[in-house]
Nanobody
Framework: QVLLAESGGGLVQAGGSVRLSCAAS????????AGWFRQAPGKEREFVAA????????DYADSVKGRFTISRDSTKNTLSLQMNSLKPEDTAVYYC??????????????????????WGQGTQVTVSS
């Protein structure tokens, strides 16, 4: 079991940067796949980025590729999402997720919410134009 807690959200101007962090209690982040999803008002939660297990392969949604970077720090047991060149359409609640069951490994994809069995409470990111 693992408990996830996001931090780092806030209000930023378009073109700016924000770094989100997700702290995990329990098993370390390098022992399973983890990712970030987001949900904008009135929209469904969508995949943003993930880092896999055991190879650490990363995957990004096309809308954030080249602007966002996912990483994990095993010594601090944190997952991070560096977000650069932010756009108003990046405004959303961002959720950290973990796949302890290995569902993403066996399915071959990180992009489905249902494959992740642990979730944080989310952190709001608002990008003003």
């Amino acid at each position: 079991q693992v408990l996830l807690a996001e931090s780092g959200g806030g209000l930023v101007q378009a073109g700016g940067s924000v770094r989100l962090s997700c702290a995990a209690s329990g098993r370390t982040f390098d022992a399973y796949a983890a990712g970030w999803f987001r949900q904008a008002p009135g929209k469904e939660r969508e995949f943003v980025a993930a880092i896999g297990w055991p190879d650490g392969r990363t995957d990004y949604a096309d809308s954030v590729k080249g602007r966002f970077t996912i990483s994990r720090d095993s010594t601090k047991n944190t997952l991070s999402l560096q977000m650069n060149s932010l756009k108003p359409e990046d405004t959303a609640v961002y959720y950290c997720a973990a796949d302890l069951a290995g569902n993403t490994y066996y399915s071959g994809t990180y992009r489905l919410m249902g494959l992740f069995d642990y979730w944080g409470q989310g952190t709001q990111v608002t990008v003003s134009s």
